[in-house]
Every structure is written in C-alpha cells, then in structure tokens.
C-alpha cells in the first residue's frame, strides 16, 4: 500500500498520482453486475445507435467510481474524502477485446489532478482538488472536484 | 435552439420521494464492486486484513453508493414514471454530487429516501433536454446519514 499522504506534504498545484484504467465491454458487464446499473446502453449495441451516441459507451459511474479510486489511493487510509462531484463532457467507447489477456484495439484512460486549494477549518486540514478521466486522445471526457481531509504531522 | 417545456404533470413530480428503500450492505457485494472497478485497496477486498483494521469489518468503497442506481432500485420504472408523465425517452447521466458523511461497510443497513429535487427544461447537445435531478439520501442503523447523492440526468 501507498504510504501516508499529510496535509503538510501538498501545495496548491500539487499533482495527484495519476491512475491508469482501461475498461472492455466485459468490465462494463461486470460492473453493470456489481454496481445494479443494467441500462442497455452500456452493452446494447442499437440501443446506444438509438440514443445517438453511436455505440455502447462507458458507464459515467463507472468513470466516476475511478475518479474515487484516484482519490482514495492518493489519501490514504488515514484520509477522509468528504465531497466528489464530476461532470459527464464526452463519451467513452470501452476496448474490444480478443482475448482475455490482450485487451486491444481502444484506449487507455488516465485519472488525473491538482490540488487547487488547502485550509484549516473546524480543526480538519481540507484539501480542494481538481479532479478530471482524459481519454487516449488526452481530452478531458469527465472532469470535477473533490473535498478531502488529511492528517496533519503537527497533531 | 428549443427548451424542453415542462407538462404540468412533470411539474407536479417536482418534491416528490420514492417508498423508502432498505439497503443491506454485504461483505460479497462490496468485494465484487471493488474488482468491478479496479480497487485493489485491501479494505474493500480483504475481509481478514479488514478485520484487523481500525473500521473493523470491510469498508465499502465510497463510489459503492450509485445515485441510487443500485441494487434494490428499480431505475426503469423510475424512467417510466418520468416518461408516463411527459418526459422524452432517451436518457444519459449528465453530473454526480456526493457527500460522504461516515464510513459504510459490510453488516450496515441503510435506508435510501430518493427525492426528485428539480426538474428543468433547459437546450443541451442532445437538443431540448429535460433535466431532472434526484437527492439520495443514506441513513445508517445507527440514524447516522452517510451519505448524500446528487444525481441530474438527462431526457431528451
């Protein structure tokens, strides 16, 4: 496990660790499974045709659940998240997939962000964060912000 | 460029909450949602590690909780009712707000009380767009809320 982050350890700007995910069309059928969301549009190919967005796309709580995993790997076990919001802006295709083992022919996604501001209120040191999922072509499809409290080294 | 306009009937949902939903939250269901989404953080997967933790028992990820698309809820009825009292069929999630206010995991209980807190009708790329937004609210057994959903999806 990642070591401890403290409030001491991060200015406004800091970047958080990036995250690497990649999501196939098996991955949205398991989180579909595991998360009680069986909209077609995430598997049904004429489905999504007849919404308009051109085929199967990403689960946005899917993307968000990977902004929370950047989030909470990045605070640690002794940080608290308080607040994430994020915003839907693009669509998401997942991979296709050959094989089990080779995931190909798609993208890889990287969760991303920055901490935008850093303060001490009712004794909780919060820190602000700009928080974003950029696609393989490096344009931001899910962007938000998060509120997290993290322990301080002077307690 | 056109807004949806709203029927009186849509005008109407506007305050109102679902039946109050039960929600027991598993041991299994967190691991599976863990590995759903790529968690590999011991808490959420490991129940002995969990054990010897300060929480105790294992802890659900934050993004456990949908909006309240989850387990229990029937989304598709939900939509119906929307579309029963006017709304366009087409649907896509346009944003997601969370407060997380104390720790779920495995054993806990929750009760799910789901408000439609608004709706508008407003012009987005999907042209005119109703947009409804639902408040969730988590309590816990012990009359704690965990957690507060701010879910706007979009009709169109």
């Known amino acids: 496990m990642a070591k401890q982050l403290y409030y001491e350890d991060v200015e406004v700007g800091s970047e958080i660790t990036p995250l690497k995910k990649i999501a196939t069309t098996r991955m949205l ?10 909209n077609p549009l995430h598997y049904e ?19 968000r659940a990977w902004l929370v995993n950047l989030m909470t790997d990045w605070i640690g076990e002794k940080g608290g998240l308080k607040k994430l919001s994020c ?23 990287l969760c991303k962000g920055k901490v935008t501001k850093k303060y001490v209120e009712s004794e909780e040191s919060l820190v602000e964060c700009e928080i974003w999922v950029e696609n393989g072509k490096g344009e931001k499809t899910t962007t938000g912000s998060a509120l997290t409290a993290l322990p301080s080294r002077a307690k | 460029m056109a807004v949806f306009v709203l029927t009186d009937g849509l005008k109407k949902l506007i305050g109102t909450a679902e039946p109050p939903l039960l929600y027991k939250i598993e041991e299994g269901a967190i ?31 934050p993004s456990f909780i949908g909006w309240p698309v989850t387990s229990g809820f029937d ?18 999630d346009g944003s997601v707000e969370y407060e997380f206010k104390a720790p779920i995991g495995a054993g806990d209980m929750l009760v799910a009380v789901i408000k439609i807190a608004n709706i508008e009708g407003k012009e987005t790329r999907m042209g005119p767009t109703m947009v409804t937004t639902v408040e969730t609210t988590y309590t816990n057994q012990r009359g704690q809320v965990a957690l507060i959903a701010r879910n706007q999806f979009l009709s169109f």
């Open chain 2, 31 to 61: 691991q599976r949602f863990a590995r759903a989404v790529g968690d590999t953080n011991p808490t959420h997967n490991d129940v002995e590690f969990a054990a010897q933790s300060e929480f105790g028992r294992l802890k659900a990820p």
């Open chain 1, 45 to 63: 190919e004429d489905f999504a045709k007849s919404l308009g967005v051109g085929k199967p796309i990403v689960h946005g709580l899917l993307k």
């Open chain 1, 29 to 38: 059928v398991q989180y579909a499974g595991a998360s009680g969301d069986f």
């Open chain 2, 75 to 92: 989304m598709f009825q939900f939509v119906e009712k929307l579309i029963a009292a006017g709304a366009p069929r087409g649907n896509l």
């Open chain 1, 87 to 109: 915003r839907y802006r693009g669509m998401d295709y997942p991979r296709k997939m050959k094989t089990f083992d080779d995931p190909h022919d798609g993208e890889t996604w």
